[in-house]
């Protein structure tokens, strides 16, 4: 069942060295933030470590990478992002976000948050993986 939400929306950047995964979701906790989603995100990286699709572990890539995409379902509970980049030739890649992506440059991040809303993550026993559970927050 779909539940509507307020919104409030927030932009920061990450500076060179730091890590996209690791700053996104310190902002969610500096900000207490239940539940949100990325906007959009622009920028680039020198590490990218990225889970593909089916795949139990990471690979970490180095080179100079753009930021292509980067989407995502944002708490403290627990988020889930998926990142496009492409190398320098356009090849892109893409998958799970993992930490270890760093910044090269910037990434311009704006986030949407849903502040009637509160994700949680709970095991499906379908495959086994926590997914998703929207809670309305009681007033």
Known sequence: MAQSSTSKSYAF??????DLKVGIEKFLTDHK?????IVTVVGSLTD???RYANQP???????????????GVL???GSHMHISIANEKGKTFGGHLLDGCKVYT?????ILELMDLEFKREIDP???????VVEQIKK
């Open 13 to 18: 950047r990450l500076k060179p060295g730091e």
């Open 33 to 37: 933030i239940k539940a949100a989603a």
């Open 48 to 50: 990218a470590n990225i």
């Open 57 to 71: 572990e990471g690979k970490l890539l180095k080179g100079h990478f753009e930021i292509t995409s980067l989407t």
């Open 75 to 77: 708490s403290t509970n």
């Open 106 to 110: 910037t990434a311009e991040i704006v």
């Open 126 to 132: 379908t495959f086994g993986y926590k997914e998703l």
